[in-house]
């Protein structure tokens, strides 16, 4: 019976060694393995010759096994029966796994000689990966409620909170020890908590209910809450409630708010403005231009040139002020057309060219060979920065000359970046005071502006002008000689042409008849009546007043008219409504040439009445050159259709 129990003990204890789930191995005092079994030949991906050709150092990886050397030491010296410690090894192809080692010592029972150890492994490789993406989502979630700018509260299905991150602390006033196990109802009240508990699902009608969170001292902040149940094994146990304080929105909302308010009101004062100082501004330059055509001695004419070129001063400081006004507002946007670049220099150089030549000045053009002859953009806003700038080269340049050169710095696929020059041989800038150009206001210095007039705001337009065109604009001084160089990009879209052909001489209209053209007038104020009348009659046409709308409409119906100069704001019927009711008048065999009459020059104008089904616009004052050129135009018109 003996026999067979150490029989059994000795195949039991065989089947164990090559079959535990666990490796074994017994290694000798010199660190070399004497015997493995398949387990640890599986754990390491060798097979059990490969091991034990190997010493056990060989599989750990750096420094793995100077750690466990005090503990091996102890087991030696008796200290301890046995220990175990986690280590990295490295498997046959390279890769690193975990491992539990558990190491006893075998000893001599006679003289207790250590003799061996006894190494059992077991393989912990993907238990510590999913250790690893635990803690990794504890620190994320730890991470999320810490720093988290919301407050989070978590509290059980009793109501009771369990719980909260640092920003709780700042919403409710409490400590978050203070917090952990009470209940939630003292910050969102009984019936929000027991509609809460008694809902399984849509939470949304419950977070809407939830507007206020009660501080510790009292007083309710205004909130926003977000509700989310703490599923635990597929089985609600709790509520996350996220709280967001919306005093500081609210705040900012209530400044918006506010602030949009100030913008409305001043886009509305411009406005109104701009219609009562240009009101009798027309008044005064129509009536100057009219009086200019008649006749008059030395005196009386020097008088009246002194008359309109303050009137013209005037007016071009008050463009100024309410186009910087509409640019800083944030009213004013691009439009694009199709143009010629050496076009539209030469049409802007043609305006200021007078003034040039009336001071002996030179001017001269370069246009780089590389710059497209057709591009498209906003060519009124780019014939504004040029006009600035011209300007003022020719302001501050009492003699010399003045250039200006166009480069292309930049192409892309349908894209062109051009740079524009402005240089002449002026005053130029002091170093000192050069920084200071484009601010709203700053003029130069005294000196200069005793002799000329200004707003101190058209280079400040320029620039915001330029921005918007997604360029840039900058001064240099002249290294060459005293003067000035304005320099400014702007980009435009580009796109293939063909060459627009010749015009063919026999499409060229028949002589234009001498039909005299019926014009209308419809003007509430006497004195734009007035002058618009004597500006007509200069012209040599004759023109019928209305007073309002209403009296444009009837006077339309009783006789058909071909040019109607239309007031846009007038009593009883503004002349939009007017135009509106003339247009869709479908008994008109003819409908009329409507221009718009405004002083209002502030939100884009030109755009907003020419979509009300206007033809034209005039802004006030108006110049009897303008008024000439629109008649032209409907003449030649009517007399080709």
Same mark, same amino acid.
């Given at each position: ?41 599986? $754990? ?6 490969? *091991?034990?050709?190997?010493?056990? %150092?060989? #599989?750990?990886?750096?420094? +793995? !096994? ?113 917090? $952990? ?6 910050? *969102?009240?009984?019936?929000?908590? %027991?509609? #809460?508990?008694?809902?399984? +699902? !849509? ?113 071009? $400081? ?324």
């Amino acid at each position: 019976m003996q026999e067979l129990q150490v029989f059994d003990q000795q195949i039991l204890l065989d089947h164990v060694y090559k079959h535990a789930p666990i490796g074994i191995a017994l290694i000798s005092m010199e660190r070399k393995w004497i015997g493995v079994n398949p387990a640890l030949c599986h $754990i390491f991906g060798y097979a059990e010759q490969e *091991i034990i050709s190997l010493k056990s %150092a060989d #599989l750990v990886t750096s420094g +793995e !096994d100077n750690k466990n050397e005090p503990l091996v030491n102890q087991l030696l010296d008796g200290v301890i029966p046995s220990f175990e410690v986690e280590n990295r090894y490295i498997h046959k192809n390279g890769s690193v796994i975990w491992a539990t080692l558990h190491l006893s010592l075998v000893r001599d029972n006679i003289d207790g000689k250590p003799m061996y150890f006894i190494a059992q492994v077991v393989d912990v490789t993907k238990s510590k990966a999913m250790e690893h993406r635990l803690q990794e989502s504890i620190e994320r979630y730890t991470s999320l409620k810490k720093y988290n700018h919301d407050a989070i509260i978590s509290f059980g299905l009793n109501g009771h909170i369990i719980n909260g991150n640092q920003m709780s602390e700042i919403l409710t006033g409490y400590r978050i020890e203070e917090l $952990i196990g009470t209940n939630i109802s003292r910050f *969102i009240g009984e019936m929000n908590l %027991a509609r #809460l508990l008694s809902v399984t +699902e !849509d939470y949304t009608s419950i977070e809407k209910n939830m507007n206020y969170f009660k501080h510790k001292d009292g007083h309710a902040v205004e909130v926003l809450t977000t509700l989310a149940p703490i599923i635990i094994h597929n089985k609600n146990v709790g509520y996350y409630i996220i709280v967001k304080d919306m005093t500081e929105q609210k705040r900012l909302m209530i400044e918006k708010e506010a602030a949009e308010k100030t913008n409305k009101a001043k886009s509305e004062f411009l406005a109104m403005m701009s219609h009562e100082i240009r009101t009798p501004m027309n008044g005064v330059i129509g009536m100057t231009d009219l009086l200019m055509e008649t006749k008059l001695d030395a005196e009386q004419d020097e008088y009246v040139q002194i008359i309109k070129k303050s009137g013209a001063t005037l007016l071009s $400081i008050i463009n100024d002020i309410l186009d910087f006004s509409k640019i800083e507002s944030g009213k004013v946007e691009l439009s694009e057309e199709s143009f010629q670049v050496r076009t539209l220099l030469s049409e802007t150089l043609n305006i200021i060219l007078p003034k040039a030549l009336g001071k002996k000045l030179e001017i001269t053009t370069t246009v780089s060979p590389t710059v497209p002859g057709m591009v498209i953009g906003d060519t009124t806003k780019l014939k504004q920065v040029l006009m600035n700038l011209l300007s003022n080269a020719v302001k501050f340049t009492s003699h010399g000359a003045i250039s200006i050169s166009v480069d292309k710095v930049a192409q892309g696929k349908d894209t062109v970046c051009l740079q524009f020059a402005i240089r002449d041989t002026g005053l130029g800038v002091p170093k000192d005071k050069a920084a200071h150009l484009f601010e709203p206001f700053y003029q130069v210095d005294h000196f200069m502006t005793r002799k000329t007039e200004g707003s101190g705001l058209g280079l400040a337009i320029c620039k915001k002008l330029v921005d918007l065109m997604g360029g840039e604009i900058w001064y240099e001084p002249r290294k060459d000689q005293a003067g000035s160089a304005f320099i400014f990009t702007a980009n435009f879209r580009t796109q293939a042409y063909l060459e627009s052909p010749a015009d063919d001489a026999s499409a060229e209209p028949d002589p234009l008849k001498d039909e005299p053209l019926k014009i209308l007038i419809a003007e509430d104020n006497e004195v734009n009546q007035l002058v618009l009348k004597k500006m007509v009659e200069k012209l040599g046409y004759t023109s019928t007043i209305v007073q309002n709308g209403q009296e444009a409409v009837e006077a339309v119906r009783r006789v058909p008219h071909d040019l109607i100069f239309m007031d846009v704001q007038m009593p009883m019927m503004d002349g939009l409504e007017a135009t509106k009711e003339i247009k869709k008048a479908s008994s008109l065999t003819r409908k009329p040439y409507v221009i718009a009459v405004t002083a209002h020059a502030v939100k884009g104008d030109r755009e907003k009445y020419l979509e009300a089904g206007m033809d034209e616009y005039l802004s006030k004052p108006i110049r009897i050159e303008a008024v000439s050129e629109i008649i032209e135009n409907v003449r030649k018109f009517k007399n080709t259709h």
